[in-house]
T-cell receptor, first 115, second 116 residues
Framework: DGGITQSPKYLFRKEGQNVTLSCEQN?????MYWYRQDPGQGLRLIYY???????QKGDIAEGYSVSREKKESFPLTVTSAQKNPTAFYLC??????????????FGPGTRLTVT | SQQGEEDPQALSIQEGENATMNCSYK?????LQWYRQNSGRGLVHLIL?????REKHSGRLRVTLDTSKKSSSLLITASRAADTASYFC????????????????FGQGTILTVHP
C-alpha cells in the first residue's frame, strides 16, 4: 500500500522544547516537502529536498531544521527558536525528474500545539 | 510569498448546482494545479493544466487557464454534499527542469460548502 505517512497525528509540547515531526514515503519519490498551514490559510513552504543529503530553505525556514539521510524519510524539527509553532504541518513528495509531473502527494498532517 | 489568489474565499451552494472557483497568479508558470482538502486532512491532487493548454476535463471537473490574464478557474458540475472541502490552486514556476521545478506555490483556498 503505497503512500506517505506522518506521525503522530496530534502532538503537544511545552514552549522551549524542540520537537521532531516524522514523514515517511514508500512512493520512491526523489523530492519531499514540508509545509505549514495556519487556520483558514493556504500552505507555506518550510523546507524542501530534491535529492538525498540535500535540502533547501523555503519561504518560512526560520526556527525549523530538516535532514534527508534516506530517500524515504524527511523529518522536520521545530526548534524553540520558532516564535509561533502551533500549526498544522503537512509533508508531501513528488518525483518530477522521473514522472515528468510535479504533482505532489500529501500525508495526513500533524497538528502541533505548543503551550 | 503567496502567488495564487483565490476567489471567492467561501462559496455555499445547493446540491446539484455548479461551483466555480477562480485563481489568479503573478508570474509566469509551467503548470497550474488544483488540490482538494477535507477538513483536518492532507491535500489531494485533482487536476494539472500546463501553460500551453487552455482547458482540461476530469469527470465533473473542468479547469480553464488564461495565461494572458494569469488566471484559472475550476468548475465542479452537478455538485454533491461530498464535494464540501477547501480547494487550492498551486502554481509551478516557468523554470521547468531546473532545481525549483518541483516547488509549488499555493493560494489561500476557497471553502466550498454543498448543502444536501
Amino acid at each position: 500500500d503505497g503512500g506517505i505517512t506522518q506521525s503522530p497525528k496530534y502532538l503537544f509540547r511545552k514552549e522551549g522544547q524542540n520537537v521532531t515531526l516524522s514523514c515517511e514515503q514508500n512512493l520512491n519519490h526523489d523530492a519531499m516537502y514540508w509545509y505549514r498551514q495556519d487556520p483558514g490559510q493556504g500552505l507555506r513552504l518550510i523546507y524542501y529536498s530534491q535529492i538525498v543529503n540535500d535540502f533547501q530553505k523555503g519561504d518560512i525556514a526560520e526556527g525549523y531544521s530538516v535532514s534527508r539521510e534516506k530517500k524515504e524519510s524527511f523529518p522536520l524539527t521545530v526548534t524553540s527558536a520558532q516564535k509561533n509553532p502551533t500549526a498544522f504541518y503537512l509533508c508531501a513528495s513528488s518525483s518530477p525528474a522521473t514522472s515528468g509531473s510535479n504533482e505532489q502527494y500529501f500525508g495526513p498532517g500533524t497538528r502541533l500545539t505548543v503551550t | 510569498s503567496q502567488q495564487g489568489e483565490e476567489d471567492p474565499q467561501a462559496l455555499s451552494i445547493q446540491e446539484g448546482e455548479n461551483a466555480t472557483m477562480n485563481c489568479s497568479y503573478k508570474t509566469s508558470i509551467n503548470n497550474l494545479q488544483w488540490y482538494r482538502q477535507n477538513s483536518g486532512r492532507g491535500l489531494v491532487h485533482l487536476i494539472l493544466i500546463r501553460s500551453n493548454e487552455r482547458e482540461k476535463h476530469s469527470g465533473r471537473l473542468r479547469v480553464t487557464l488564461d495565461t494572458s490574464k494569469k488566471s484559472s478557474s475550476l468548475l465542479i458540475t452537478a455538485s454533491r454534499a461530498a464535494d464540501t472541502a477547501s480547494y487550492f490552486c498551486a502554481t509551478a514556476g516557468a523554470n521547468a527542469g531546473g532545481t525549483s521545478y518541483g516547488k509549488l506555490t499555493f493560494g489561500q483556498g476557497t471553502i466550498l460548502t454543498v448543502h444536501p
